[in-house]
């Protein structure tokens, strides 16, 4: 195997995603996202994705999603493998309110075409949101968003990738809200192994229902 630790040249990732929520009067929901990443900071975008899908709200602290995305990566420093990729994924996320901490726990199983050969794939995020000048995240509030997710694949070795952030948010009302920090992405093959640090820069519009149920909710990325 050929290993590299850490690939000197800082990235990019650009996340823009729009976001209807469902409650306990509109069960149903949906989201959709465009991503770019660059090898550089601001520079050489190597990576274009654009994904869609549909929630339903079991219960506030329940949420399950069916979502699709394509998938395009050209020439870039990670290794990723080139060309196109279709993707259909099942997901459950689990939320914790405590107080002032917030917390995410996202499953995810992935069904993957990626240049024509199929995949799985299995990921597990935990994240993790602290509000700075309030307990909740409403209008006008900075905080704090923390995430570690790991993907998994069913054959050996099993290990493909594991996503560290930190960042700091910014609600501006109840639709849009705004981050900005540092991801880090460590890719594994039994032919290559590295990690990239990346400026990861976020946008979020929530599309908020006329009648909906007010509650709580967290900003996190569809990715």
Not at 2 to 11: D, H, L, R, Y
Not at 23 to 42: I, N, P, T
Not at 108 to 125: C, D, H, K, L, S
Not at 173 to 181: F, H, P
Request: net charge positive; charged share 20%.
């Amino acid at each position: 195997m050929t290993a590299k630790a850490q690939n000197n040249k800082t990235g990019t990732f650009g996340i823009a995603t729009v976001v209807l929520p469902g409650d306990s009067l509109h069960h149903w929901g949906g989201y959709a996202e465009l991503q770019g990443r660059g090898d550089k900071v601001f520079n050489q975008y190597f990576y274009y994705e654009t994904k869609t899908g549909i929630s339903y709200d079991i219960t506030k602290d329940f949420v399950a999603l069916l979502g699709t995305g394509r998938y395009s990566t050209g020439d870039n420093l990670e290794h990723l493998t080139k060309g196109t990729e279709f993707r259909l994924w099942e997901q459950m996320t689990i939320n914790q309110f405590l107080y002032r901490i917030k917390i995410e726990h996202r499953y995810r199983i992935e069904q993957r075409w990626v240049n024509g050969y199929y995949r799985n794939r299995f990921r597990y995020r935990l994240n993790m949101f602290i509000p700075l000048n309030n307990t909740r995240i409403d209008p006008k509030t900075w905080f704090i968003s923390v995430f570690e997710e790991v993907f998994m694949n069913n054959k050996v070795p099993n290990f493909e990738r594991n996503r560290i952030s930190a960042a700091l948010g910014y609600q501006f009302d109840k639709s849009i809200n705004v981050q900005a920090g540092w991801l880090n992405q460590y890719n594994y093959t039994p032919a290559y192994a590295a990690a990239k640090n990346n400026i990861a820069l976020m946008f979020m519009y929530r599309i908020n229902r006329k009648n909906a149920v007010q509650r709580e909710h967290m900003p996190s990325t569809a990715d």
